[in-house]
């Protein structure tokens, strides 16, 4: 109706789902029960949901750190004969997502430095709200600038306060009252690996164990991928250090409020990962059992837009005792590289990444559930394509509540002027996506779906309660970029 | 017990899946609503599932034919400017699974050929079993060979029968009753499209519409993909011309039964198709509920190895009302390049592909459906992995009778001494898999998933009941192999 | 004056060389003095300059015949893993070139084919002036071709004679009467290595030795790549057989005149070859010799275009007194993908493929020797460069006489329309390249050369003396095209 | 005699020539009358043979700077679309030759920075001395250092600088009497392209013109490749600045003797360049000339190395009067990724590379022109292989004396243990290259053939009398290596 053209703005927009930045990985393997190149290899693929754009694995060797990165998917980037190469006893991996102005060879992680002390890597996942501040003063005392990444600005705070501190870990802890905002990061000497968690803990980060060889992961699938168990997450504002003695916790001196980002379990994280004591498969489950009782339908049955849809619709279904059915298939082939149709295509290849099982909801009432509404344009292609399938009704439920704040700690949110429920009614929304009705979760059942008291988690992206402040610069619209590589071309 | 080390046996056999070869799509757009290439790229991507190795497009120009083709994904061999380049009315593509022998980029299709008739592209689904026989007698009269496909074969049956018959498809009409075996394919000439199938109906073949364009496609999730109304599925012997006045139905002069494949239902095809008239989707949720009437079981939940196991779980829990779950979740980014764990770290790395929802089967009885066992190392592997996740029991159902004859009509079968179900009995195979109870269906139910009368479909590799003739040069072992090209070294 | 502006011409028409078919070696090693394979890729290196469009390596396998081949340089195409795959103790390889319709990777050889006697691989290099009756009559009984190659024609040819002969060797000296042109190949079995040169002799081929082992080669180049000895070049309608007998001779009953192409003296050989017992360095020398006493000229020094004027140059230095010296320089890194400049940039960029040493030619009389001129701009750029380098006169030498007519037995020469001397009286060329003065090599003179009686070799290029027939569909322009797949995009 | 097997020396040290570091090249064309990009392309096209590892080009573009640099050729880097996007007014661009250890993607130039007042690009030809004692010390006050190259320490020199003076340039002369050896380097911001050469003009840099644009190269050979003209070399010490007020000359406060590269007219540069007044070509072939003088022979001709051998040897025929031949063919197909014969294959695969006109040097007495001896074992191959093909006698003449010293100013020199004229006498040299008679050029002849009075330019590896300090860690080994990427596995 008053948005002319959904389709179109779809397409135009192609890539609008939600992002966060970045997976890593480390592993500390004295007793050789892990080989850190494979092990970094077979983790990582498991965290490629985090990232697709660029990857990397450095390994410890004889005083030096080996490694290789490069833009692409992990099974793109590396080859046997790279990972027989890269021998040594710790090793640390990165997965990068990156938004399209950084998305250059020279960004690619781990980031390799060498300082007054010897040689360093670091793989990193968060986003600094200081980071112009901090990069404008390290500018002013001389520092230059190769990457547009926060962990290059990490690197000259460590090298600077190393020089007066007896360890590297020392040095970290003196950084981090500097750092504001959200990071799990790995560093990792020729000696040592250090695990890092901010003081707020937006970004998970966990501890599994093989025979004597630890291993640390952006999440706990990957893990179950090396064949380690799991022993603890990482506390916010702790950092642990790996290293001859077996491993060593330290804390900061940083008092504040846990707040892990609620959106892993909404949307980033891999169903069978488990994040700070909760199982996200569960926590998906919960926010669709809470949606059955808030907004209950008469249906046929529930369905679920993959991948996290569909964990909600099962949850759903359990509660409402409507059947649970397949009723959208998704194409696995779809690469990163897929040709968009023309605009003469655009209106017949809507059914090309997703497509209704049009045998199973043929005249059907369908519950439909989908993990979150950015725009409205994804979900109204759906619940066309539902109808075009002969579906004879389409209630669309949310797992989350409404998106109306942007993120400052590294979830990729449009501007709230293309929020689709900054501008509209719930009312209006349903009438954009075509739903016959519209149910989201609501705000304060967040807490219930990971078994909270309300407290320990960030939702302010749908609440607007930031519990760290926001950055001035990214209010005023300064940019830190220099320069534009040509890739891709 | 008996079998060693399965989980060895795995890795050494790690792509032991059944194959068939090959998906096929068609374009017929006089009225240009659709374009050739672009139609044919997207359907490729719908169909990818049936071959991985090789793709191509071939588009009729002017008299010509223009064309590209190459070994890899859909998604990796075309580029925009290719589908910019490829214009015309009349398209076909192709993508080819192959075993190893074959997996060369002379064996890319569609084939290209010229004969005194002018150019011709084949894309060819299947497998003729006197391919042996035809093949010699065409040497002795001084025919030479450059691939080892089929299609190649059939380019020289026509060519010789074209010269005593007015058309093309007359000439395809004599070939028919010289061929044996499987085989769909589409024949495009620089004015005609010509779709085949065999008089057995081995492989699917159906035709959509779109305003006054034609579509044909190995299965009709294409179709969606193209914006095509499905309008019915081409019949066993049937040929069918599209040419500037409209689609033509001819029939070849044959007169056997209808024997399409079973297992494109257990497992070829895409849920989403829709073949001869029945759903894949409802045929495995039907395969699902039988198996919940032949080998009830108590549990607390119900599981499907993905992708094809989750549709016959659902069907499984709707009838024993044992609820459904996610219990394992497959990684989509394990590419065909998957770098293979070395000796050492093989037994640590059984949880990459596929993972374990230990959350949610831990302590839990378990029923695991998947489509079928081949060695039993998979199902081994699995079962062992739900275990160590902490499942108490898992009772193994597969929605399909057990493998014990070879398939000489396209699937890629291992040979009966390397079918566990040759060699052992149930109660042994379920001991091999390490499952505490083990159900097959039954083999009078295959009728029941498609709504049969237990004619028109073949069982052979679960009955040894073959509909056509065997192939004497099989049996015997000869090859028709001749050179060996170096690729991907 | 009368072309406007030649500069832009030459742009337009930037490859305007001219060209030959392709480059053929093939290795019989009995006694393992050589490896097939490394021996086929050094001595592709050595005869690279006669083809940079694909290149391709075959070598015996047991009784199967293992190869790689692709589009690309041979520096590209081959790495270290395939030369070590690719074992065996017969090889063939080949090098293409190829014009722009053909230059498609189904034409890249060896041509890779089984017929009812087994395998054969060949290597090729000519064109047969009946090719398109041949195919007519092929394709009239019922044959297929996959690509534009003359060699796939020979293969039917040869596999039809082969059911009537007792071995392939008869089965090529029956097919030799049937073929018309030019045709210097190889052909190998799993057991044999068979070297043909056509009646002509048009193209070179000539064998060498290593211990026990056979070589045969396009140039003589080839042989010192590999350090073999030279034995002797083939004869015209020779046919030598390599196997476990060693090497026998055999004469195809022919009687024709030999008439070997004169211009792989003046251009398409390496410097460094022996053909036919005359050297090409002494033949490019001696037209220098010849040029300095039929037109002489008072200057300061004698310089070349680079490569084969540099021969004649040196020469003409010799007989005349005039220093020789070094007046422009080539630019070896100007690969394939060189990228043109826009047309804005076009008048600026003359100095980019040659130099001239302005230092040198400064105000110097100076005698520039070239091979040929072939629409008159390139010559044209070259003497415009050296006179904006400063050079007070410009001489203009041509090491061959006016092209005046098309060659059909393998050279690229344009039509004759494009052929400057075909409209223009040479002081009319002398206008269009800028030059002082311009002479030609005179047409009686290219029996001194290379020292013969007269006979013996090809000269229509330059006399339209024609030795064989002249193809009649290439007179009515009718092609044996089919398909055009899109390379490169 | 003494060393055992030459030849397999030579192999294991395959590439054992003399090299320098790195071309660069820039424009500044305010009236548009270059592309910033294509005058890069084509300008590095040229000097192309000063470094093949990796190269790249910035441009310009709105305040921010644009680039695109990876491993490689020009000719393989860069394509059509990445020349047609890199839009601007200013741009520098730069081929960088490497020894092994610092052979990775990091080190490709220009290099990109954003410190406290932007952006800038470096781009980069020398060898600093001093790099150990600057970067410790950097390092020392929190600096990380992220490659190996001597720009990154200078950007951080240059940063620090700029924050007490009112200007890049004013930064530049502050910085340069901290910087010990050879420089020549261009800066560019998105205002202003800075040249600078270091106060002994070790490294040539000149400057040109076209119409009101400027360019800036290593080498006048890139000039005449954008059709520039010649204006001026730039002085040692001199600081070039082009912005939108023209060309400004500022000079750094330093006071030491020039002392220019003689082996820039040996070796490194192209024939066709004139570095600091004097051509290359002429310098060349006046060192032929002079070892005409110095070492005389009876011979029947004289052949040269190519290429550089090749001037020195027309020279020597002037002289001499001995006639000038071409005896060595150079193949210009054998690339970067040349593949290695085997250990058995060694021997026989000498004349791959370089081959002997055997026709022409056979009986006879050859007086054979090169430009250096290392270690020996190249001229003893090719002497070998001119014997080989019936040479009678081979007189070596070297257009240099003997290499005694290391250079520590970016000539890749081998170790003393590795340089034979360390360890032998002449004669001994004369033995282990199997030549007949050997003569280097007289040391004092080194100022003849550049018409120098005997000042101004370094010849230390001949003389060991080096113009500026030698590096402390060089002496004692220390490495700044730190991590080690996995290029090219």
């Known amino acids: 109706m008053f948005l002319n053209s959904p389709m179109q703005a779809d397409f135009n927009q192609e890539d609008q789902g939600l992002h966060e ?30 990232g697709q754009e660029s990857c990397g694995i450095a390994v410890n060797n004889n005083g030096l750190i080996s490694y290789h990165k490069d833009m692409g998917l992990v099974s793109e980037v590396f080859r046997p004969r790279m990972l027989e190469s890269l021998k040594g006893q710790i090793g640390i ?8 102005k950084d998305n250059v060879r020279e960004n690619a992680q781990p980031l390799m430095m060498r300082y007054v002390k010897g040689a360093l890597a670091l793989s990193y996942n968060g986003t600094l709200t200081n980071a112009h501040e901090l990069k404008h003063e390290l500018q002013r005392r001389g520092s230059i600038f190769q990457t547009t990444m ?23 802890l003196q950084v981090m009252p500097q750092l504001r905002g959200a990071y799990s990061m790995l560093i990792m000497s020729p000696q040592k690996l250090i695990a890092v968690r901010d003081p707020h803990g937006f970004r998970p980060l966990c501890i599994g164990k093989v025979e004597q060889s630890y291993v640390v992961a952006s999440e706990s699938c990957a893990l179950d991928a090396v064949g380690a168990d799991f022993v603890r997450d990482i506390e916010p504002g702790e950092v642990v250090v790996f290293d001859r003695n077996g491993l060593r916790s330290l804390k900061a001196d940083t008092k504040v409020q846990k707040s892990s980002c609620i959106f892993e379990y909404i949307y980033f994280a891999r169903t069978d990962s488990v994040i700070d004591g909760v199982s996200v498969y569960a926590a998906r489950k919960e926010s669709g059992r809470l949606l059955a009782r808030q907004h209950p339908v008469e249906a046929d049955m529930v369905i679920g837009v993959p991948e996290s849809g569909i964990d909600a619709a099962i949850g759903f279904s359990e509660e409402s005792g ?45 519950v439909l559930l989908d993990d979150s509404i950015v725009r409205g344009t994804t979900s109204a292609r759906i619940v066309k394509m539902l109808k075009d399938a002969g579906a004879a009704e389409v209630h669309l439920r949310i797992s989350s509540p409404p998106f109306l704040w942007p993120c400052y700690y590294g979830t990729d949110i449009p ?19 075509g739903a016959d009705s519209l149910g989201f979760l609501e705000l304060d059942s ?14 302010a992206c749908f609440s607007g309660n930031y519990p760290a402040e926001i950055p ?17 071309l």
């Open 415 to 433: 501007s709230r002027d293309n929020l689709v429920a900054c501008k509209h009614t719930i009312e209006e929304i349903a009438g954009i996506t």
């Open 322 to 366: 409507i059947p649970y059915e397949k009723g959208i298939v998704k194409n696995g082939y779809i690469g990163r590289t897929f040709i968009k149709p023309t605009q003469s295509e655009r209106e017949r290849s809507v059914r090309i990444k997703l497509n209704a099982l049009s045998h199973a909801v043929k005249g059907k009432r369908v």
């Open 93 to 100: 991996g990165h997965v990068r997502y990156s938004n399209e």
């Open 446 to 459: 967040l807490k219930d779906i990971i078994h909270s008291d309300g407290t320990g988690f960030c939702d």
């Open 21 to 50: 930045e970045c997976g890593v990985f480390g592993v500390y393997s004295q007793d050789g029960a892990l080989d850190p190149a494979y092990s970094c290899y077979n983790a990582l693929l498991a965290i490629q949901h985090r």
């Open 150 to 172: 926060d962990p290059e600005i990490i690197s000259y705070l460590i090298a600077r306060e190393r020089r007066k501190t007896p360890s590297i870990e020392e040095a970290v």
């Open 472 to 488: 001035e610069h990214l209010l005023t619209g300064q940019s830190d970029r220099y320069c534009q590589p040509l890739e891709h």
